[in-house]
């Protein structure tokens, strides 16, 4: 749920306050970016990384973050208090701003916000039982960027809901990429593979990549065939509002053993211990 | 240029005062459809054809217009008047109103808003001249949607200009679909061919089919490879803002003669005379 105060172009605004011009081009044509981030024991984690990578989306879309790493840093702080609150999700929000003609922007007027948000803990119970994906041919655009076209992620949340699937797992000409929001990691002969390339490079993937190399596992980032699925052994999907997330079904297709795999589980009780000292 | 004016939600409120939340679904996740039309002697082009299009549009994103026809027909004329303008281009927008935990919205409370804006005309030496495009391999996700997401057509503008093309031609697995914003016809051999599936269906582009009709042209609908490129005798583009817009040149690729053909040229004229007296 989105929180009482946000932030926008240097001011803290009510959030249900109209703040945005009917021709922002984040509005007429979608042109933005965003990066959703949260804090444990009130800090917010990993924010150099968010940071950088969201300053690398807007590169991307010849947007400029103007605001430093640590004014931001602060900015966001004094939010979250504003908002009474210690531990939150935040979100940042940038597009090209006033539209021109319907389809320019002009760089120097972006509009930028930060939005404060619950955090969306899942059930307890998925992380010991798992949880279900299912499966939908579709490459984001631009997926270096976490660009604000969300439709078919949208779109799909009702048939999502429908077959009981915790998260979209698009996958294009027979490879998978990435969930809707968060990355993908299989587990084969004790070895994790993930996904490198045609995606969004998430934070807690960063995290669970790093986590994985102290414990003397092995990763490898390379193209996954969707046809490795059904030889696999343990999946499961990092996100910031989902750490990381046993995956037991595919669709119709049964993972593994069908319950959290011991690599799975592992790599769950150190990102849990890592977080709660974070 | 918007002008003064906007209507949203039933209210008619100043194009610069902001009217939109920062967590609506179009905003925070470029979640919408549009539609664009625009008036002769004071009368708008075809208004049926556009509502049932924006309707269809909004159908496919699950989103539904609950203004009819005829009543969205009056507040058009009413806005278009309190602008003080006679003729006006007309953008409808509609998202899917607040977002529900950043991802779902309610179909019940979408944002729906009505832009005026002026009338884009292109030199008129364009027509006699013609134009270039230039190619981008790409297909826009649920094309059959006027939804908002323009990310492409945004970010390519800037190279647009560079290479001096008029449009961007969208091509995809070796196939030409539509512009950003325009629809794309060839000539050949005396026949009419444009592209049937995959792409946005313009009023133009059908308003174009039936006069070729008319003067006893046969016009075809079929998948359009880029090779035929080489052989086309001409090319031209159809748009609300663009009419019918004569092509010369696609990237470095020179079309039939290099100047305007003669079928597209008496395809303009009729066109010009049913403008004229609409």
């Given at each position: 749920m989105l929180k009482k105060y946000i932030w926008i172009n240097g001011k803290i605004e009510p959030a249900d306050k109209p703040v945005v011009l009917i021709n922002d081009i984040g509005f007429l044509r979608g042109y933005g970016i965003f990066d959703f981030m949260r804090t444990y024991n009130g800090k917010i984690f990993r924010y150099p990384e968010h940071y950088k990578r969201f300053v690398n989306s807007a590169k991307l879309l010849d947007l400029?973050?103007?605001?430093?790493e640590k004014d931001l840093e602060q900015i966001i702080y004094k939010l979250i208090k504003k908002n009474g609150l210690q531990d939150a999700s935040v979100r940042l929000l940038m597009t090209g701003g006033p539209a021109i003609n319907g389809i320019l922007f002009n760089p120097a007027t972006p509009t930028f916000a930060i939005l404060i948000e619950d955090?969306?803990?899942?059930?307890?119970k998925l992380f010991k039982t798992g949880a279900k994906l299912m499966t939908f041919d579709y490459q984001r655009l631009i997926p270096e960027a976490k660009n604000l076209n969300y439709i078919w992620a949208v779109k799909l949340q009702e048939e999502k809901k429908k077959r009981g699937a915790i998260e979209i797992l698009y996958t294009s000409n027979g490879e998978i990429l990435e969930c809707s929001t968060s990355n993908f990691f299989l587990v084969k002969k004790g070895k994790l593979i993930t996904t490198k390339a045609g995606i969004l490079h998430g934070i807690t993937r960063q995290a669970v990549i790093e986590l994985t190399k102290k414990l003397k596992l092995e990763v490898i980032e390379r193209p996954i065939k969707v046809s490795e699925l059904k030889t696999t052994d343990e999946v499961f999907i990092t996100a910031t509002n989902k750490n990381i997330l046993p995956i037991v079904k595919i669709d119709s297709l049964k993972i593994g053993s069908g319950v959290p795999g011991p690599i799975t589980k592992t790599l769950l009780t150190k990102f849990e211990e890592l977080i709660k000292r974070y």
């Open positions: 400029k973050v103007a605001v430093k955090i969306y803990d899942l059930p307890a």
